[in-house]
């Protein structure tokens, strides 16, 4: 049971260039999260996916877009990368709206020069 | 505006102390606080809350919700180095969503 993985772990990507950074559960969860995190920022939301087919905006969206591909997976894409976007991101899932008990990957450390 | 406010921001102790970590919120229909350690890596889980004045403990960590008072705290007796970390609280109201505060950034010191 690996609980939420994401790849990659480490990225470094020059401005204006593209990638998705990919995060799985199997958990069977049904809400999926993407955050980033910044230093004295605590944890933003970037988007969320309530359920497979549905996706919403967090508190910091633009820039990015985001793929519930089905109940396991959750992609984000950064379509044109630019130096704010520098950040550690993170992936999180939970079973309901009923439990927010939210379950973190491991990170992923993205620099854009 | 939905907020999570932690204080303090940092705290420095030495081993055998007792801390206190503060969380205060505003959130829309509050449902649940959650209590998060991140040490070098990803938030782990540590508690969930919902019920005013129910204290849940384990082990040296110990945390209780006052939703009168809209706050939390959570307290750790005993430190140890291993207890250095962020504390990450966070609030969910309405929605999915975890509204998180900035933590607290606890060091010990042998």
């Known amino acids: 049971n690996a609980g939420v993985t994401q790849t990659p772990k480490f990225q470094v990507l020059k401005t204006g260039q593209s990638m998705t950074l990919q995060c799985a559960q199997d958990?069977?969860?049904?809400?999926m999260y993407w955050y980033r995190q910044d230093p004295g920022m605590g944890l933003r939301l970037i988007y969320y996916?309530?359920?497979?087919?549905?996706?919403d905006k967090g508190e910091v969206p633009n820039g990015y877009n985001v793929s519930r591909l089905n109940k396991r997976e959750f992609s984000l894409r950064l379509e044109s990368a630019a130096p704010s976007q520098t950040s550690v991101y993170f992936c999180?899932?939970?079973?309901?709206?009923?439990?927010?008990?939210?379950?973190f990957g491991p990170g992923t450390r993205l620099t854009v020069t | 505006e939905d907020k999570v406010v932690q204080s303090p921001l940092s705290l420095v102790v030495h081993e055998g102390d007792t801390v206190t970590l503060n969380c205060s919120y505003e959130?829309?229909?509050?449902?649940?606080l959650l209590w998060y350690k991140q040490e070098k890596k990803a938030p782990t889980f540590l508690f969930m809350l919902t019920s005013s004045g129910i204290e849940k403990k384990s082990g040296r960590l110990s945390s209780i919700l006052d939703k009168k008072e809209l706050f939390s705290i959570l307290n750790i007796t005993a430190t140890q180095t291993g207890d250095s970390a962020v504390y990450l609280c966070a609030v969910g109201g309405d929605t999915d969503k975890l509204i998180f505060g900035t933590g607290t950034r606890l060091q010990v010191f042998p």
């Open positions: 996916s309530a359920s497979e087919g549905t996706t």
């Open positions: 959130v829309t229909n509050f449902r649940s």
């Open positions: 958990m069977n969860h049904n809400s």
């Open positions: 999180a899932s939970s079973s309901s709206r009923v439990s927010y008990e939210q379950y």
